[in-house]
């Protein structure tokens, strides 16, 4: 395709916002943030599995979203890179796609419980907020991000098109 770079950045862009806007969304109803944590923008951390641009996007996405929500420091550097390697994992198991979710689920997992404890020093225990963190994950990424990569499959040709990489 001709113009690939001005896709790849127009998707970028597009994931990004929608990841903001629906991180501002769960936000607004008390789930994005703290112990337990259902971001409805984690089930876009499916993209990958359709499109690389989706990578960028998603980090970009979720730093933005940390920013405006009011994160701190330590969670807005190691929240925005849990969400870029979980998304780098989704792309590189974009072959099965009963497997794209677990990288964002496993590592957020790990990382964001890490984050709670040390760095917001929240009550409780990491095993505690890796409980109440994977079991959001497992509901965003998993649950959500799986149907909407069943849905999204149906039409990957106009909203994806290939760009020959």
């Known amino acids: 395709m001709k113009n690939s ?7 970028a862009a597009i994931i990004a916002a929608l990841y903001v806007v629906l991180t501002l969304l769960a936000n607004s109803l008390g789930l994005a943030n703290y112990a337990i944590q259902l971001r409805f923008s984690e089930a876009l951390t499916i993209l990958p599995f359709f499109t690389a641009a989706a990578i960028p996007g998603l980090f970009l996405g979720c730093l933005i979203s940390n920013l405006l929500t009011g994160a701190i420091i330590w969670d ?5 890179l849990a969400t870029l390697i979980g998304a780098v994992g989704t792309y590189l198991l974009r072959r099965c796609k009963w497997l794209a979710p677990l990288p964002p689920i496993a590592v957020n997992t790990l990382i964001v419980p890490l984050v709670l404890y040390f760095a917001y020093r929240f009550p409780g225990s990491i095993p505690y907020f890796m409980l109440t963190v994977g079991i959001g994950e497992i509901l965003s990424c998993g649950v959500l991000g799986i149907l909407l990569l069943l849905v999204l499959q149906k039409y990957k040709k106009y909203i994806f098109p290939d760009t020959g990489k």
């Open 5 to 11: 770079k001005t896709l790849f950045i127009a998707q």
């Open 76 to 80: 807005v550097v190691f929240g925005s």
